[in-house]
């Protein structure tokens, strides 16, 4: 039986949905609404790069993370791109806190628990920093500052249950 996870890549500025299953050994990928394929795929250098058969021909990707914000340097081939990975629940939160624009509030997107705080009341953070791990759906998912400034008040603990929408750590925006 398939395990999926849905990504959102944009890759040099354009968009892109995919999805990626297992099955034991067996990896596959599906981008867009198209078909979902059978690859081979290996991790090399300890996750610095993967080895990939796609309809049989051969590419390498190294990466080189830039940021908390899952911005990566790729080179493709030997073609460098401008890469950023996000599961389908950080895209969400991206949308969500453009909604806020500028807003310090960090509300829980999805019921889960809280498994890692990160910070603590009175830390600077900086836009991208990583806040919290959220467990939903038995997947760790790293929420990060919406903004640079001062933590003001963090309401959750580690073991915490959160409702969608909980109100869970709130940042005073730097001047």
């Known amino acids: 039986m398939w395990l999926k996870k849905k990504y959102i890549l944009n890759i040099a500025g354009e968009q892109f949905t995919t999805t990626l299953a297992r099955d034991g050994d067996k990896v596959a990928l599906q981008v867009e609404d198209g078909e979902l394929k059978e690859i081979d795929a290996e991790i090399l250098h300890g996750g610095g790069a993967l080895s990939l058969r796609i309809d049989g021909k051969m590419h390498l990707v190294d990466l080189t993370s830039r940021d908390a914000a899952s911005t990566v340097a790729a080179s493709v081939d030997g073609k460098s791109v401008d890469l950023t990975v996000m599961d389908e629940l950080k895209a969400l ?3 969500s806190a453009g909604e806020l624009a500028g807003s310090g509030t960090v509300n829980a997107e999805i019921p889960g628990v809280v498994i890692e705080i990160s910070v603590s009341e009175g830390q600077e953070v900086t836009e991208g920093d990583p806040l919290l791990i959220l467990e939903a759906m038995k997947m760790q998912n790293e929420i990060s500052a919406p903004i640079t400034g001062k933590v003001t008040k963090v309401l959750v ?14 940042i005073e925006a730097a001047e």
């Open 93 to 95: 939160a991206l949308e």
């Open 157 to 170: 603990a580690a073991g915490d249950s959160v409702a969608t929408d909980e109100l869970l750590i709130e």
